[in-house]
């Protein structure tokens, strides 16, 4: 009796025993798979801090950005819709006149455009000639009539033949003013103004920029 008694406390302890290191091992496990969550929060929450969340969407932002929308951009809406035009038109006229031989325009002129003669054209022609040999680093040589020709951008037309003059053009008559675009080297496009104190004398350039270069320049910087 004293013998089976004896066995069966041993099987009790024996028993008792293993859970109780089973218990403590899944504890210290569990322990364990805690602190590494712990660890692993800490990481993901330094990994994904929203400051840098927010300085990628903001580089990200610049980056998608265009040029023509940028804070430091003067122009209005109708300027970068007027200028995305002119783009345009240049590039047709470019390959019309490569295939074709010939220029046109799709932007009509608001104001009365004097009419020049063909010795006024030909003298415009040869001060434009000898001013871009003049600039070989900036002005392709020979240059191609598909890219150079009058303006048709309306903004320098208005402001070029108004009763009013001033800056610049103060003091010239309509009939000696011209302006001409001519295609750089770069691929952009820059304006010629060009001018002469009386018809028979030989056209001078007065200025070369872009439209809000010019602009400014014929209104005294306004």
């Known amino acids: 009796m004293k013998k089976v008694l004896m066995s069966v406390l041993t099987i009790i302890i024996l028993i008792g025993g293993s859970l109780y290191f089973k218990n403590q091992s899944s504890y210290s496990e569990y322990a364990s798979m805690q602190d590494d969550k712990t660890i692993s929060g800490k990481l993901i929450t330094k990994d994904n801090n929203p400051k840098n969340v927010k300085t990628e969407n903001e580089s990200r932002h610049n980056e998608d950005s265009p040029e023509d929308a940028t804070p430091n951009d003067e122009r209005t809406p109708e300027d970068i819709a007027l200028d995305k035009r002119l783009d345009e038109q240049r590039k047709k006229n470019e390959r019309t006149y490569r295939e074709e031989g010939r220029k046109e325009s799709s932007i009509r002129p608001t104001i009365e455009i004097p009419s020049l003669s063909i010795e006024d054209i030909i003298g415009i022609y040869k001060t434009v000639d000898a001013y871009m040999r003049e600039n070989p680093d900036r002005f392709p040589e020979p240059a191609d009539d598909g890219t150079r020709g009058s303006t048709d951008d309306p903004r320098i037309q208005n402001i ?23 295609k750089k080297l770069d691929g952009e496009y820059t304006n010629l103004l060009l001018g002469r104190k009386s018809a028979g004398e030989e056209w001078q350039v007065l200025s070369e920029g872009d439209v809000y270069q010019l602009r400014k320049e014929m209104s005294d910087g306004n």
């Open 160 to 182: 070029l033949y108004a009763k009013k003059k001033s800056g610049i053009i103060a003091g010239y008559e309509n009939e000696n003013l011209m302006a001409w675009e001519v």
